[in-house]
């Protein structure tokens, strides 16, 4: 007797236009059967349950379940066209069964499947482990995996500079691990958890995800959130906006949010020391240009001193020695963007920090108006009539 597979369902979604059950043709079925089983025998369970799965089909044959994340069938949107997936990564890794893989099945579609975004969260898609089962029907391009948190970086800044849109998220690194800046709100919440997801598979490192809140939505949806800790990710809470429960509590530490490196991530990109050109960013820090002291000390409102802390346009990326030496007015910063050293020095330490500052001016991208106007209260206490131009 041939061992039939069982192809399990839901036959309606909010997250596919029309059912299911109209994309999932019998040669669609047989399509699947073959790819997954090697054998075209099957039979169909409607899942019928009020939780909604997306487009996400269950595949169990001799033993081994296969969760596969059916594609859009009209490829419109960025995010919609993955909506789907984090529905299949919780599944799958909720699920105790003991043979299990992922998958990913294109359906006939319309539009672009294979744009760079597409492919970047493919790329994605494959680092958690899905296999692209009939990918080469309909591109040449191969779908590689991530090898590595810095190739992973990479890829996201090129896609990032090619669309300006695409900065829902990030990841960077610093000396403590990995750290991943995930917007929650709306459809970011899909890439969000796919990213983190990915990240866990090539991260060596402890992995922290701060959600950036804003809006309505305060965090990942509890079932991504659930899978996440199963992967030792850790979880903090980022808001973006003043809260009220900060009101009362306005110390220095508190004002040291990490929406503020969010903030320059969103502004400046990826870390890289803005004197001297350092890339490694276990190194490269959040340099405030009007200090968390100064600003915790003023006659701000408590909502704006959350605002000036975490201002994006309140600062720059600075390696260590850098940060060092701008925090103690060795290095100043004119009104103009160029760059100072105290005139205090000898002549051997002059040399060296002119040496390894191979900058002497700020690029032009980083002068926005407001930070001229932090680097303005800055300086009423910095004596620049004391230094001599880099």
Known sequence: MIMKAIITYRPDSQKI??????????????????????????IVREDTSS?????????????????????????E????????????????????????????YFLPHTGNAFTDYHLFMYRLMATAGMHFINSA???TQLITPFTSVDDLIYAKRLLREANKSNNSSYVTKSDTGVQIYAKVYGASKYESTLLAFATSKIAHKEIDLFN?????????????????????????DTPLYFDIKHQNDTQTESLRSSAYIYNLLNRIGDKRCALCGCPIQEIVQGAHIWNVADI??????????????TNGNNGLWLCQNHHKLFDANIIMIDHDGSLRISDTLDDNDTAFIKE?????????????????????????????????AI
Request: aromatic share 8%; hydrophobic share 30%.
């Open 17 to 42: 236009k029309g059912s299911i059950r109209d994309s999932l043709t019998t040669d669609i079925l047989r399509d699947i059967c073959q790819r997954i089983t090697n054998q075209h025998n099957f």
């Open 296 to 309: 915790r000390h003023s006659n701000l409102q408590d909502s704006e001193k959350f605002k000036a802390a």
């Open 77 to 104: 949107g960025r995010n919609s066209s993955i909506q789907s997936v984090p529905t299949a990564l919780n599944s799958f890794c909720q699920d105790d069964y003991s043979d299990k893989q992922l998958c990913y």
């Open 356 to 388: 390894m500052t191979p900058e002497r001016h700020l690029e032009k991208s980083i002068l926005s108006d407001e930070f001229l106007q932090y680097l303005d209260l800055r300086n009423v206490s910095v004596d620049i009539s004391h230094s001599v």
């Open 51 to 75: 939780y909604n799965k997306g487009r996400l089909v269950i595949v169990d044959y001799n033993g081994m379940r296969s969760y596969i994340t059916l594609s859009e069938r009209k490829f």
């Open 212 to 236: 950036v809140r804003e809006r309505d939505l305060q965090q990942l949806p509890k079932s991504s959130r659930d899978t996440l800790t199963k992967l030792n990710i850790r979880f903090h």
């Open 137 to 139: 029907q309909y591109t």
